[in-house]
């Protein structure tokens, strides 16, 4: 586990490999520039129980154990949910819970490398845009490193979220804009301005803050003993979750570990699908970032990105493992709560309840075969906003038999 680290950079548009540097878009092409690791772990390291993420720090971009911020993050449980199998008429099918994470949701292995990677290059101060999780997080991951933190919010943010990224002591600033892409580019002035460290779980700004999704992969294949599902399905907002994972499980075919990938679907809301307009049209990433999504508007606000921030890894990741995207409306998103919950004892945000919604429109293309579900966070994150299932009110009765008789027998 102490071997030299060792990566290169990596143009999936047009295949260019080139040391790293401070060149973050490919000089062919354009397009950014993501990190592979060319280090290797033995078959028997991976298939060993992760007490955390950084497990599989040989894959991961920090030059040394010291240099790692961490709460505890990553080896999260993979539940097998047999009675959503049966719902749907699966094989079977698996939920990676990522709602175990420190915060609460799978942007603590993002931003652990994030902050870990900021500290090392001697940043102070870190900032980030986001709808929720990634403000989290990174609140929480920054005081973990004594690092002043600021947070711009946009009008995607729940107040739930808002409240606890401020609980952990990080300057927090709600942008009035619903577009992710303005508030990205106030953002990143004010990083070249006052040197702070750009933090924001977007891929095409900064390779380093997307690497830890590709841990997921990792803990799957040893979750699964090696044999890994038909399909995996993720919700993607900007995309750096199921593009990082696409880029784990590539690791692993690399170092000889798998020969076939699973077929990967993304999933998001239908107010707010820029990744399936780009697959339904054959857009490449560039093409998709001349096409924001115009009015961002779902209760979903995790994954209501305007663009592919990622879209330079999450496109061919559909796309080379002959995957899918769907998106689904907010009455089947609040549905894919509920039926979580009710059947399988999980209550996840509503981001994450994409891919639920995404089984019961979708049951045809999947049925008979092996599935796996990424729920990203929890829902009790956002309980004041859209997250909350409708519940009705629960009734009262006196404290008596009678009239405890009495409602049982309308519950029947």
């Known amino acids: 586990m102490s071997k030299p680290r060792s990566f290169e950079f990596h143009c999936y548009a ?71 199998a049966g719902r749907f008429r699966l094989e079977a099918l698996h939920i990676k819970n990522e709602m175990g994470n420190p915060t609460g949701s799978f942007k603590d292995r993002q931003l652990s490398v994030a902050i870990s990677h900021a500290r090392a290059c001697g940043h102070t101060t870190v900032a980030a845009v986001s709808s929720g999780n990634v403000a989290v997080a990174t609140a929480a991951y920054a005081a973990r490193a004594g690092l002043r933190a600021f947070l711009f919010m946009h009008g995607q943010a729940g107040a739930g979220k808002i409240a606890q990224a401020a609980a952990y002591g990080a300057h927090v600033i709600c942008v009035d804009s619903p577009r992710p892409s303005e508030v990205f580019a106030l953002c990143i002035k004010a ?19 997307v690497e830890g999704s590709k841990t997921i992969a990792y803990e799957l294949f040893q979750q699964y003993n090696g044999t890994l599902p038909e399909w995996i399905l993720a919700p993607v907002g900007g995309g750096g979750l199921l593009g990082g994972l696409w880029r784990g499980l590539l690791d692993l075919q690399r170092m000889g570990h798998i020969n076939q990938l699973p077929r990967l679907v993304g999933v998001q809301a239908s107010g707010c699908a820029p990744l399936t307009q780009a697959i339904d049209r054959h857009w490449s990433f560039q093409e998709s970032l001349q096409h924001p999504w115009e009015h961002p508007e779902t209760i979903a606000g995790g994954i209501a990105d305007d663009i592919l921030f ?3 890894t999450v496109l061919p990741a559909i796309r080379t493992t002959n995957g899918a995207a769907f998106a689904v409306d907010d009455p089947a998103i609040r549905q894919g709560v509920t039926t979580l919950a009710h059947t399988e004892g999980l209550f996840c945000e509503t981001t994450s309840a994409v891919v639920i919604a995404a089984l019961e429109t979708h049951a045809e293309r999947f049925r008979g075969q092996q599935v796996c579900c990424i729920v990203t966070g929890n829902g009790m994150k956002d309980l004041a906003g859209g997250s909350s299932p409708e519940i009705a009110a629960p009734p009262h009765i006196p404290a008596d038999m009678q009239a405890l008789e009495t409602l049982l027998d309308t519950l029947r």
């Open 310 to 312: 990622d879209g330079h």
């Open 14 to 84: 047009c295949g260019l490999a080139c040391p790293v540097s401070k060149q973050l878009h490919c000089p062919v092409c354009g397009v950014p520039l993501a990190l592979r690791a060319l280090n290797t772990m033995p078959a028997d390291a991976l298939h060993a129980p992760p007490a955390s993420m950084w497990h599989y720090l040989p894959l991961l971009p920090i030059p040394a154990p010291e240099a790692v911020v961490s709460l505890g993050e990553g080896g999260t449980t993979l539940l097998n949910a047999p009675r959503l």
């Open 191 to 209: 990083c070249e301005t006052f040197g702070w460290a750009h933090v924001s779980t977007a891929g095409m700004y900064d390779p380093y803050n």
